[in-house]
């Protein structure tokens, strides 16, 4: 079992950063490729970035390329997401996960309860 407390979400405006950091339970945290979700009012869940067991490698939804950083500190069981210049389309509830690799971004089996980020135009 491993359980996900996400932190650092707020109400920031447009061009302005933020960090979230998504603090792990348990001792098998590096065993897991860790990566955040976020769901925006009326719409479905999306996947925005995913990192490797280890860190050295990370996969960026197009929406965020460029803008979000993924990092992880196994030692502290803590995944961190450095977010630059917000945009208003970024306002949503993000979601730490931890699960599975795939192609296309990750296979959650825990989940965060979501913190919530604002961002004002």
């Known amino acids: 079992q491993v359980q996900l407390v996400e932190s650092g979400g707020g109400l920031v405006q447009a061009g302005g950063s933020l960090r979230l950091s998504c603090a792990a339970s348990?001792?098998?945290?590096?065993?897991?490729?860790m990566g955040w979700f976020r769901q925006a009012p009326g719409k479905e869940r999306e996947f925005v970035v995913r990192?490797?067991?280890?860190?050295?490698?990370?996969f960026y939804a197009d929406s965020v390329k460029g803008r979000f950083t993924i990092s992880r500190d196994n030692a502290k069981n803590t995944v961190y997401l450095q977010m630059n210049c917000l945009k208003p389309d970024d306002t949503a509830t993000y979601y730490c996960?931890?699960?599975?690799?795939?192609?296309?971004?990750?296979?959650?089996?825990?989940w965060g309860q979501g913190t919530q980020v604002t961002v004002s135009s």
């Open positions: 996960a931890a699960g599975r690799y795939t192609l296309t971004g990750l296979d959650a089996d825990y």
């Open positions: 348990g001792r098998t945290f590096s065993t897991y490729h």
């Open positions: 990192i490797s067991r280890s860190g050295s490698s990370t």
